[in-house]
């Protein structure tokens, strides 16, 4: 036997406010908008005495969606990837030195133990 599936449900508030935050009220949902916005939905342009703070509003829309271009945000940013990258050389470099340190740790070791088998001969031929 086949079941129907189950509808797809999406959250009342979902894309609901254009420009605003969207609660419940009762089931239903309710836009508290930001200003200049206006509307059941945000939609709407207040008209405003000062069209500059539009323009301003505008300006901020268009940084968030861009990336903003603060210097503050890029000196985080570079700064992150410099430390980063130079504890990545100091562990690269620690790495190497241990490496060349304990080969010729063992080359010292080889030949001290080879000059002693060879004493060791020597001392056995010798009368």
């Known amino acids: 036997e086949m079941s129907t599936p189950e509808p797809i449900s999406v959250h009342p508030c979902y894309q609901y406010c254009l420009h605003g935050v969207?609660?419940?009220?009762?089931?239903?949902?309710?836009?508290?908008?930001?200003s200049p916005y206006d509307g059941q939905r945000c939609d709407l342009v207040q008209a405003s005495p000062h069209p500059a703070a539009f323009d301003k509003v505008k300006e901020l829309e268009s940084n968030c969606t861009v990336g903003g271009g603060s210097f503050f945000g890029h000196f985080i940013l570079f700064s992150t990837f410099g430390a980063l990258t130079s504890l990545l050389v100091l562990l690269l470099l620690c790495l190497f030195v241990k490496k060349h340190t304990n080969r010729s740790h063992q080359k010292?070791?080889?030949?001290?133990?080879?000059?002693?088998k060879f004493d060791i001969k020597v001392s056995s031929i010798s009368p």
């Not at 010292?108 to 002693?116: D, G, L, M, P, V």
């Open 22 to 34: 969207c609660s419940l009220i009762d089931g239903r949902p309710s836009c508290s908008c930001f």
């Open 108 to 116: 010292t070791q080889a030949a001290h133990i080879s000059t002693q």
